[in-house]
């Protein structure tokens, strides 16, 4: 079964480091979106991206935080600055078409903690 | 009010049980919605869309009632395997929101021997 890839699956950083998660999303997919999860929490929306633009993103998704498809198969978030309240899992999604019965493919995810 | 709310749980059920989950989301133009369920520390794996007229996928069934913006999670004959967080999913109204999915904060099942 196609699969959504993540790496690092734990990234340990510090305070007002850079830092960029990767992601391979399902080859033919076309909708590609991270989310994050702090420990306990509900899944949030970070951004959403179709056709090598942000289509949408969340008030948590500010300048601090960028993506970029930059060879048609990777999909990466980038921290600029990392936070302590940044520490969370991040997964990567993709989609063929959105909404409907496509349902959504998520990643393993990558556990960020900032020192 | 939440953009999307569950039942709080947990449930704690012995093997065999049947287990009902409720979710109520506010926006009423929102226009898909699943059940994912997730395991501790894992990724959220989609368990069953979710259309107007029910579904069922083996001991799964789910519901929805637009006009009361509610979704239903039904399982039958629970497994040790079933145990897991049941989240409950809804999309946004459409245009660009078509994609973003929002989550509920999820509940927590535990079936035991």
């Known amino acids: 079964e196609p699969e959504v890839t993540q790496t690092p699956s734990h990234q340990v950083t510090q305070m007002g480091q850079e830092v960029i998660l990767r992601c391979v999303p399902i080859s033919n997919h076309l909708y590609f979106y991270w989310y994050r999860q702090i420990l306990g929490q509900k899944v949030e929306f970070l951004v959403s991206f179709y056709n090598n633009e942000i289509s949408e993103k969340s008030e948590i998704f500010d300048d601090q935080f960028s993506v970029e498809r930059p060879d048609g198969s990777n999909f990466t978030l980038k921290i600029r600055s990392t936070k302590l309240e940044d520490s969370a899992m991040y997964f990567c999604?993709?989609?063929?078409?959105?909404?409907?019965?496509?349902?959504?493919?998520f990643g393993s995810g990558t556990r960020l903690t900032v020192v | 009010r939440k953009e999307v709310e569950q039942d709080p749980g947990p449930f704690n059920v012995p093997e065999g049980a049947t287990v009902a989950f409720n979710c109520t989301y506010s926006n009423s133009a929102s226009q898909s919605f699943f059940w994912y369920r997730q395991d501790c520390r894992k990724e959220p794996k989609l368990l069953m869309s979710?259309?107007?007229s029910g579904n069922e996928d083996g001991r799964f069934t789910a519901q929805l009632n637009r006009a009361s913006q509610y979704i239903s999670l039904l399982i039958r004959d629970s497994k040790l395997s079933d145990s897991a967080t049941y989240l409950c999913v809804v999309t946004g109204a459409g245009g660009t929101s078509y994609g973003k999915l929002t989550f509920g904060q999820g509940t927590i099942l535990t079936v035991h021997p």
């Open positions: 999604a993709s989609t063929l078409r959105e909404g409907g019965r496509y349902g959504y493919t």
């Open positions: 979710v259309y107007s």
